[in-house]
């Protein structure tokens, strides 16, 4: 019998370390995206006239849940920056007590402002410290070259089987124990997300270790004052925040909106929870195959051929008859498309800029994202107000993904042009 050497016990324990971090940052992107996935279901039941209701109707809902996605933007880059300078660990954690406390004193927010407050901004601000894009940064910054692109289709794959899971318990909670028992469970588990940050932590490499199995850092710019001038004067990098506005548009619209759009037809709740939990499992797929094919193939491409899909997938649920079939279908569908635009986002940001301030230059990108959110949950809510139906968002949400698959093609998918030779800073804190 051979003996193993002391390189190879340091890799395979380096091995085990790498899965540690990527099942605990999974986890957390579970929970939070799921959770997160699930307030589609809250619409009715928060917002309508039944028992233990607060009966201040879809558009004041819509606009707290516009406000949540307008703080998970604003308050992503500042969590990319203090995830760049003093590691993703901690923003995990704290971001997970924020998001915790938003889903408790939501239970006891009767008016219009305190909801807005507990429902919209805490858990906003939560899930900009705690959501999957924390922790696919975090993978951005920890994994080793060659293991980058598969931790974060598993990551986003992961937080798409969040929404899966929790979103048809999340509805069998609401029959059992009333919207704010739902959201007390979910309080609780969210709880649990500093405890998995923990694992999240660097480790330095040992003697003996493998120079591959090290996590390198790689910058244009000296700093990130640098970086963040470098980025805001690259055409290609405007053009990928004009896209993502879009994505965010699109995704808010339907996980708020789907389930009331739906009940509206005589769909039953129990069919629209299932087809955002199809979204969920279906993006699992979508999500992971992004991540590998970006890795190999034109990333600005693969998004245009996405949001096209998009288009053609929306339009068709829209003129198509309505029933639970095809509502589960467009759910599937709609899934395999879902998340799929995070891997080659992300991954376009690393290759023109390096992965040092890869956490704070994506932050940005992803304001954008939840700026598209924002006007696409409150648009839902005003235009219904309106007019008592969602068409013309919906047909906007078409023409949106055509724009957007339109700006991808001129992106210039290399090393930023100008990047500064000089190497940047090896490790985070």
């Not at 109707?57 to 819509?62: K, Q, S, T, V, W």
């Not at 095809?326 to 080659?344: D, E, I, K, R």
């Amino acid at each position: 019998m051979t003996q193993a050497t002391p390189q190879a016990v340091n890799s395979d324990r380096l091995s085990t370390t790498l899965w540690i971090m990527v099942v605990a940052g999974c986890l957390i992107g579970l929970l939070a995206f799921g959770i997160r996935s699930s307030f589609g279901l809250f619409v009715d039941p928060i917002s309508g006239k039944g028992e233990g209701a607060f009966g201040f109707g879809r558009e004041a809902f819509a606009f707290a849940l516009a406000i949540q996605n307008l703080a998970w933007g604003i308050g992503q880059p500042i969590a990319g920056a203090l995830a760049d300078k003093y590691g993703p660990w901690r923003v995990l954690a704290g971001g997970g007590v924020i998001f915790a406390s938003g889903l408790g004193l939501m239970t006891i927010s009767s008016d219009t402002t305190s909801f807005t407050i507990t429902a919209g901004l805490l858990i906003g601000l939560g899930m900009s410290g705690a959501g999957h894009n924390t922790v696919l940064a975090a993978f951005g910054q920890l994994m080793p070259p060659e293991r980058r692109a598969w931790a974060m289709g598993l990551g986003t794959a992961t937080a798409s089987l969040g929404q899966f899971l929790v979103v048809p318990v999340g509805q069998a909670f609401i029959e059992a124990y009333g919207w704010a028992g739902a959201a007390s469970i979910m309080a609780i588990a969210m709880a649990l997300t500093p405890g998995l940050a923990l694992a999240l932590r660097p480790r330095k490499l040992k003697e003996g270790q493998t120079p591959k199995a090290a996590q390198p850092t790689t910058s244009t710019a000296m700093s990130l004052p640098q970086a963040l001038q470098q980025a805001f004067g690259y055409g290609s990098y405007w053009l990928l925040i004009s896209g993502f506005f879009v994505c965010g548009f699109q995704l808010a619209f339907i996980t708020v909106h789907l389930p009331p759009y739906l009940n509206d037809l005589g769909i039953s709740a129990r069919t629209a929870s299932w087809a955002i939990a199809l979204i969920g499992l279906f993006n699992v797929i979508g999500g992971y195959a992004s991540g590998m094919i970006s890795a190999r193939y034109s990333r600005r491409l693969f998004l245009f051929w996405i949001y096209i899909a998009r288009a053609v997938v929306t339009a068709a649920f829209l003129l198509l008859p309505v029933s639970n079939f095809n509502t589960l279908l467009f759910g599937a569908a709609m899934g395999l498309l879902w998340l799929s635009t995070v891997p080659p986002t992300v991954q376009l940001v690393g290759v023109m800029f390096g992965n040092r301030y890869l956490s704070t230059l994506f932050g940005f990108v992803f304001l954008s994202h939840q700026i598209g959110a924002f006007v696409g949950v409150w648009a839902g809510g005003l235009l219904y107000t309106a007019t008592g139906h969602y068409d013309l968002v919906w047909w906007a949400s078409v023409g949106l993904a055509v724009f957007a698959a339109v700006v991808h093609l001129p992106i210039y998918e290399k090393l930023y042009p100008k990047a500064n030779p000089a190497p940047a800073p090896s490790s985070v804190a």
